[in-house]
């Protein structure tokens, strides 16, 4: 892993709040040859072009990626995304990488058995259980925010004995009015009720 | 409105989309909770880029999306990434894309000279760039350059940067233009650092932009819930096309922070239809469904401009198949049917008119 021809070279983007950056000593400490990160979009074609890396590792809500996605297209020495996708890899390490929120890019034709250390060194350092609970909070609140929808369009029908589509335009209406959103006005409007 | 059968199977949706004018549909859907009427709550992810629009697609980390036309057929055909079977439920918008060059071309471009002229005065090859590899702007700008005498591939040099970063790379001369959707022009203009040249609806008067994207498996396994999706977004859709002061409310949900976060002056004269070029077309999300039905012969025109610039180079007698398995007429007919929208008389195909001349289906 140390003699020089075979080593990867390793370009990490740090454009995000997720410090990729972290993971070069750890990387550099298994044998991996890493470049001057990369910090900006705007950057990478020129870097990706010098420096001729094997894997990229990249934050997977950078918004470098697309710019990666045109140099693998255009450009035959240029990474491809196809660690995560390609046709042997399981779809639980897919999914395992992408809430991680790490995507890897390499050059075609790398043996795969060399590059599990490095997603393995970068999904051990992001792990997902953070995602996963702020995932299942937010689908909590939107049934919570459709009930209380569902709650002052009650309040409106038996109030003002309207059909319940009339009662749902008036909410909406409202909204666009004073620029709230419709689960906004719901809101307010089932408070007052309680008065 | 849902029988149990009918109703859908998936409650709850996340649907991606990218920080654009044309989210408008996806926008109006959630803010005014139109998917609650066809038994969804939707939840609106915003993504940094169209790579993780596909790839949290694929891995089912968003159920749908906000997506070009193009990156669906570019995932479909496997090109420069990841293949998957893709499905096009909709068309959600045409239109409202342009071209922004460096004021210093703009100038030399409105006072007579060519684009290839214009560019010829760099001295070296323009630096231009778009969206997505596949992506509809790729194509736009590909097709607009060679309508003017230029190879988009051996004359210019093409790079894909972030549509919020275009406007500071022309300011700092990284760049001499681009091709991207809006309010990112407006926002270049705004700065003085680039000038609108070509809308466009100028190279393809009334081009499919946008579309609902899923996996072709998601539409499999949930077709009540695609069709309610459907629904949905016609009815934010029509909204949209039924009202100029919808669309101004529309230009202030969008200008929100977490949507695109810049100023609703910035969004809402593009977006109510401003373009002043006599000869551009407005954004347009609906017209009577004629937007939104997801026609065939545009999904092949895709295809066929991948083969024109070396990105694919299947067999063209295959194209017909592989649009007819994306894109979801039959699933769209139903669902329109079920909103009282019609279909549109040339739904099999429509016939379009090029800048250079050309005529599509050839």
């Known amino acids: ?195 | 409105m849902n029988t149990p059968a009918s109703a859908p199977e998936l409650p709850h949706l996340r649907l991606g989309f990218v920080a654009l004018t044309d989210a408008a549909p996806l926008v109006v859907a959630k803010t005014l909770e139109f998917g609650h009427r066809h038994g969804l709550t939707l939840e609106l992810c915003r993504q940094p880029s169209w790579a993780g629009i596909r790839d949290k697609l694929l891995c089912g980390e968003i159920d749908a999306a906000h997506a070009l036309y193009g990156l669906v057929y570019g995932v479909q055909l496997g090109i420069g990434g990841p293949h998957a079977d893709m499905a096009v439920p909709m068309v959600l918008n045409r239109n409202g894309q342009a071209i922004t060059l460096s004021p210093r071309l703009a100038d030399r471009i409105a006072s007579g000279d060519s684009v290839k002229e214009a560019f010829a005065s760099l001295n070296r090859p323009p630096v231009l760039a778009q969206t997505f590899p596949t992506g509809t702007h790729a194509m736009w700008l590909y097709y607009w350059l060679a309508a003017n005498g230029l190879d988009p591939l051996a004359d210019v040099k093409s790079i894909v940067l972030p549509p919020p970063d275009m406007a500071a790379a022309l300011a700092a001369g990284e760049l001499d233009g681009f091709c991207a959707g809006e309010p990112w022009h407006a926002v270049a203009e705004s700065l003085g650092v680039g000038r609108l040249v070509a809308y466009t609806s100028e190279i393809w008067p009334d081009h499919p932009e946008k579309v609902l994207a899923c996996r072709r498996d998601f539409v499999t396994r949930y077709p009540n819930t695609t069709r309610a999706l459907v629904r949905t977004l016609l009815e934010a859709c029509r909204w949209l096309d039924e009202d100029p002061r919808h669309r101004a409310s529309a230009a202030k949900w969008l200008a929100a922070a977490d949507v695109i976060g810049v100023a609703p002056d910035l969004i809402a004269p593009r977006l109510l239809g401003d373009t002043g070029h006599a000869h551009a077309r407005p954004i347009a999300f609906f017209e009577h469904g004629d937007v939104n039905y997801p026609r065939e012969s545009d999904g092949r025109w895709f295809i066929a401009q991948y083969r024109r610039w070396g990105l694919y180079s299947g067999d063209a007698r295959d194209d017909a198949t592989i649009a007819a398995a994306v894109n979801q007429t039959a699933l769209y007919r139903d669902a329109a049917m079920a909103v009282g929208v019609d279909i549109p008389a040339d739904a099999d195909v429509r016939v379009a008119r090029f800048c250079d001349g050309a005529v599509w289906p050839d």
């Open chain 1, 1 to 195: 892993m140390t003699s020089s021809p075979t080593r990867l070279r390793v370009l990490l983007v740090t454009d995000t709040a997720k410090p990729i950056g972290e993971l070069r000593d750890a990387l550099a400490r298994l044998g991996y040859e890493m470049l001057t990160e990369v910090a900006t979009p705007g950057a990478l074609p020129r870097i990706v072009d010098e420096q001729r890396p094997d894997v990229v590792i990249i934050d997977t809500d950078s918004p470098s990626r697309d710019t990666l996605e045109q140099l693998a297209v255009m450009n035959e020495h240029a990474p491809r995304p196809v660690l995560m996708f390609s046709n042997d890899t399981d779809q639980q390490r897919i999914r395992d990488a992408v809430r991680a929120g790490v995507s890897a890019y390499l050059v075609e034709g790398l043996d795969a058995a060399r590059l599990a250390p490095i997603l393995e060194v970068a999904l051990a350092r992001f792990s997902h259980e953070a995602q996963l609970r702020k995932r299942l909070a937010h689908a909590e609140t939107e049934l919570a925010n459709r009930k209380l929808i569902d709650q002052a369009k009650r309040l409106l029908m038996e109030r003002r004995g309207l059909p319940e589509q009339d009662a749902y335009a008036l909410l909406r209406r409202h909204a666009m009015d004073h620029g709230m959103k419709i689960v906004e006005v719901a809101r307010q409007l089932v408070r007052l009720a309680d008065l």
